[in-house]
């Protein structure tokens, strides 16, 4: 049985929304596990363009001003060096993973607007051998994500 033009479009415009999300979340993904460790360098800076621009701000950031902004390649190389990361020179004693989740993407052709949760959970180790658990942070990510000329979905704000 023979699909019709109508039904087989729709059908391609489906995989296509379902391969843009894989992808957009494959980026989500490999940023949060390059963040933790601090050796994914390379992986990290290929999340974003060349002219992305990271700006953290705290909770409840609507009246308060950034933590900092990174804009461009060479920025954002410094933020992810100064970044904590899991057993790092700076936090030996202490362990910790960048979790995402409950993402939400609203696409629009080339472009996404994606909004992820996140969770910063933190093991830490006392001389004494007692372990203790926190969350060093949570919040929300609110992302402009482009599809580059190479076919990859990458954060562009």
């Given amino acids: 049985m ?7 479009r729709s059908l391609e415009e489906r995989l296509e929304e379902l391969e843009a999300e894989h992808e957009i979340l494959r980026t989500i993904h490999a940023y949060s596990h390059a963040l933790a460790y601090g050796e994914q360098e390379e992986e990290f800076l290929d999340c974003f363009t060349e002219d992305a621009v990271c700006e953290p701000r705290p909770r409840n950031s609507s009246s308060r001003p950034t933590v900092g902004r990174a804009e461009g390649r060479a920025q954002l190389t410094q933020f992810y060096r100064n970044h904590a990361h899991a057993r790092s020179k700076t936090s030996p004693e202490s362990w910790f993973k960048h979790v995402t989740g409950d ?3 609203k696409r629009g052709g080339n472009t996404a607007v994606v909004e992820s949760h996140y969770v910063t959970p933190i093991e830490i180790k006392y001389e004494d051998g007692t372990t203790e658990f926190e969350v060093l942070g949570m919040g929300r990510y609110k992302d402009q994500f482009v599809k580059c000329p190479d076919g990859r979905w990458r954060i562009k704000e």
């Fill in 2 to 8: 023979a699909m019709s033009t109508a039904a087989a």
């Fill in 103 to 105: 993402t939400r993407i």
